[in-house]
T-cell receptor, first 116, second 113 residues
């Protein structure tokens, strides 16, 4: 059981630096989601992909954030010019959705970002 | 608007006690409702769900009933165990076929032996 894998588990960076996170979804899952969770809050939706197409982006995703899923498998989330307010747990999740039928969402363990 | 409100924690119970974690939602339509659980050091896992009014989701002894009249989806378990200690999140979807979810703030449950 490979599950949803996220790397790295922890990232500490200095303000102004760029960071990139990787998510490997469950094999053959066609939908991939990114969420962000700050301390004491529930996860907040950021963006999602169907295969390689990015179908929706939240208003939370400023122009410093970019996500890709180039081959419809793994995805990367990049944050440019990080700010202290970007410190959070970044969660990836995937699902297999066929003909509009919503299937179970599987979450990874997340990447904890700390911006100093 | 669209939101999910759940009771604040932590909730501390003795083993075999009855558990209720309240959750209410606001929505313009009829969303699907979910409870997710996060055990220490692990990712979020779906605990149960209900997709329409009066549906009851159940799993591992936990239950929640979709109450449209009170816009609620309270989580209950008759007899909690130490292994149930975790953070519980209530959530609703945006509607449609996606897994875009709005989560509550989470409730920490601590069960003592």
């Amino acid at each position: 059981d490979t599950g949803v894998s996220q790397n790295p588990r922890h990232k500490i960076t200095k303000r102004g630096q760029n960071v990139t996170f990787r998510c490997d979804p469950i094999s053959e899952h066609n939908r991939l989601y990114w969420y962000r969770q700050t301390l004491g809050q529930g996860p907040e939706f950021l963006t999602y992909f169907q295969n390689e197409a990015q179908l929706e982006k939240s208003r939370l995703l400023s122009d410093r954030f970019s996500a890709e899923r180039p081959k419809g498998s793994f995805s990367t989330l990049e944050i440019q010019r990080t700010e202290q307010g970007d410190s959070a747990m970044y969660l990836c999740a995937s699902s297999l959705t066929i003909q509009g039928m919503r299937e179970k969402l599987f979450f990874g363990s997340g990447t904890q970002l700390s911006v100093l | 608007g669209n939101s999910v409100t759940q009771m604040e924690g932590p909730v501390t119970l003795s083993e075999e006690a009855f558990l209720t974690i309240n959750c209410t939602y606001t929505a313009t339509g009829y969303p699907s409702l979910f409870w997710y659980v996060q055990y220490p050091g692990e990712g979020l896992q779906l605990l149960l769900k209900a997709t329409k009014a009066d549906d009851k989701g159940s799993n591992k002894g936990f239950e929640a009933t979709y109450r449209k009249e009170t816009t609620s989806f309270h989580l209950e378990k008759g007899s909690v165990q130490v292994s149930d200690s975790a953070v519980y999140f209530c959530a609703r979807n945006y509607g449609g076929a996606t897994n875009k979810l709005i989560f509550g703030t989470g409730t920490l449950l601590a069960v003592q032996p």
